[in-house]
């Protein structure tokens, strides 16, 4: 089973998002900003980060940043969300096009 961590302050579109992927198969977990989620990458290794891009207690930027220094973690692909609710999926995704496409759509149905 694929395990996605959901990094956003919006505790409701987390969780829709969450919901909407457990009913896929994926098992989630939910940070509520860039420290608690880095601490989540540490604990449960996910197979895909979903990051929303405004975060209140660490720059998004300087999330990736730490992720990509982090032994055993560099390699972890994320979805990045901007608070427009549009997403930018990194092209190392070893998750198929179709997954890639749930998810955006899933971000963009989870903030509205």
Avoid: C
């Amino acid at each position: 089973m694929k395990k996605i961590l959901i990094i956003d302050r919006d505790a409701q579109s987390a969780l829709a998002l969450a919901v909407r992927l457990k009913t896929h198969g994926y098992a989630t977990w939910i940070a509520a900003d860039a420290v608690q989620g880095m601490k989540a990458v540490v604990r449960n290794r996910p197979d895909l980060i979903f990051l929303q891009l405004a975060q209140p207690s660490r720059n998004s930027f300087e999330f990736a940043e730490t992720l990509s220094r982090l032994k055993g973690a560099r390699s972890i692909p994320f979805v990045v969300a901007a608070p427009s609710g549009q997403a930018n999926v990194r092209s190392t995704s070893p998750l198929s096009a179709e997954t890639t496409s749930n998810l955006a759509s899933a971000s963009g149905a989870a903030s509205r």
